[in-house]
């Protein structure tokens, strides 16, 4: 049964260690812009003056915080229903690496297209997971 919190954990391991990145990345930028937070940290918006680094590592972060929280849910309701087996434990592994390296080209090369592609593969594993707990209700 614990074993598909692993995941879990290791994806919200990933988002702090997203975090601490985004402020590494962030702070300095700000710092060398010489600009004051408490003028420019109000809206996101203010920070599209931050170098482009700065501000994927940020975008990064936020996106950790959407598609994912449907994934913790998922899990911890197949953990609840009891559906715990290899496949369920496998997929849920799949989309946290995929997530991982969505994370990893976004907040580096930063090509669009690979991210895109990586985000509709994490995005068809929970799809396949979500699948499978409505087909398990029949």
Known sequence: MHSLLMPVLALVVWTLIVWIWMY????????????????????????AVLPHPARSVADNYNHLMEQPTIFYALAFYIVLAGHTDALNVGLAWGYVALRV?????????NIVL??????SLSTAVLAIMAIKEVLALG
């Open 101 to 109: 390296l969505h994370s990893l080209i976004q907040n580096t090369v």
């Open 114 to 119: 690979y991210r895109f592609l990586v985000f």
């Open 24 to 47: 590494a990345t962030r702070i300095p930028a700000l710092q060398k812009a010489r600009l004051d937070p408490q003028k420019f940290g109000r809206h996101t918006a203010d920070l």
